[in-house]
């Protein structure tokens, strides 16, 4: 009896763990498919922008939308200690008027875990309800999770930066790009799990 009783355990062990399997490969492919694979055009304005640092194009981009009257701030967040203002106002040197007045740098934030609560921390300090969040095209689903758990009474508009990494061949004819986006799925999972388990939010 023991046995059978074992061996059915071990069979309903089985079958979840091939259920947990094949879930997890249906969710990939569902992340996949849901990142933007095309630039924007936004129709309106919020009250600041925020661009989490990593790829290049980002920073210009969201210096672009300031300029373009987007938002009446920007926030940087996730700048290296020993980076300067000057030395990022290069990137848009027609802009960089903008550094003297309109633009902030966050250098505390290491993750992008930090660049939510930096985030919450400047639009609390500026009284702002509504932004436009820049980043990478695949990063954005991750980057979405973290600000809604940190702000959840704010219009947060999404400004995918579309990568070169992922246009230049199909993720499943590349295994360096499938790598890419299985690792950055994992890290959008655990987001998902914080934001249900943590409901508070973090000082």
């Not at 203002?85 to 875990?113: G, H, K, Q, V, W």
């Not at 095209?137 to 973290?146: C, F, G, I, K, S």
């Amino acid at each position: 009896m023991f046995r059978r009783l074992a061996r059915f355990i071990g069979f309903l062990t089985m079958v979840a763990a091939a259920a947990a399997a094949v879930l997890f490969v249906a969710g990939y492919f569902w992340f996949v498919r849901e990142i933007p694979q095309n630039e924007v055009t936004l129709q309106g304005k919020a009250d600041g922008i925020v661009v989490l640092t990593g790829a290049a194009a980002r920073i210009p981009d969201a210096i672009h939308l300031l300029a373009d009257g987007r938002g009446q701030r920007l926030l940087i967040t996730g700048v290296y200690r020993n980076t300067r203002a000057r030395e990022i106002a290069r990137l848009t040197p027609l802009y960089s008027r903008f550094f003297a007045c309109c633009i902030d740098l966050d250098r505390d934030a290491l993750n992008t875990y930090g660049n939510a609560i930096q985030a919450r921390r400047w639009a609390h300090e500026h009284h702002f309800k509504s932004l436009i969040v820049v980043t990478s095209n695949w990063h954005m689903p991750r980057a979405m999770v973290e600000m809604s758990h940190q702000l959840p009474d704010h219009k947060l508009i999404p400004y995918p930066v579309i990568s070169r990494r992922l246009k230049q061949d199909p993720w499943w004819t590349n295994p360096e790009s499938a790598r890419f986006l299985l690792a950055e799925y994992v890290k959008y999972l655990f987001a998902l799990v914080r934001f249900h388990v943590d409901p508070d939010l973090a000082e």
